[in-house]
């Protein structure tokens, strides 16, 4: 039950005067969905990539985690794992397993120039 409250004093109290009403009780719970149709399209295309290097990212340092979370909170941020990044579905960027266990994402721009957006284990 819920009332209204007034202040009295330095004190919040419940006014007598004031009708006690019932709380609403949603009748269900929307569920609110993360998965959209480029995150599903990004891990389409990340999951054979990383499924066939996963020995060899596991023994550079990647977790299980860092290669496939999904927005798990990590400190004060959310995090997902390289396999969600972006990078998998931008036209002409290639990724590459690169020493150390680093992923590469090689841009390919029109000009000629190359740059690279590298993703390492933590």
């Known amino acids: 039950m819920r009332g209204h409250l007034r202040l009295v004093g330095n004190d919040w109290v419940a006014d ?21 149709e480029d995150l599903l399209r990004r891990w389409r295309i990340s999951r054979p990539w990383l499924k066939i290097r996963e020995d060899v990212l596991l023994a550079s340092g990647w977790t299980r985690a860092g290669l496939y979370r999904v927005n798990r909170p990590l400190g004060h941020s959310y995090t997902w794992g ?13 990724p590459a397993l690169a020493d150390g266990g680093a992923i590469h994402f090689i841009v390919h721009e029109p000009s000629g120039r190359t740059h690279f957006m590298v993703a390492r284990p933590r």
């Open 16 to 36: 007598p005067e004031a009708p006690m009403e019932a709380m609403p009780v949603p009748a269900h719970r929307e569920k609110r969905g993360i998965m959209t």
């Open 82 to 94: 390289v396999a969600w990044s972006l990078w998998w579905t931008v036209a002409g960027i290639s």
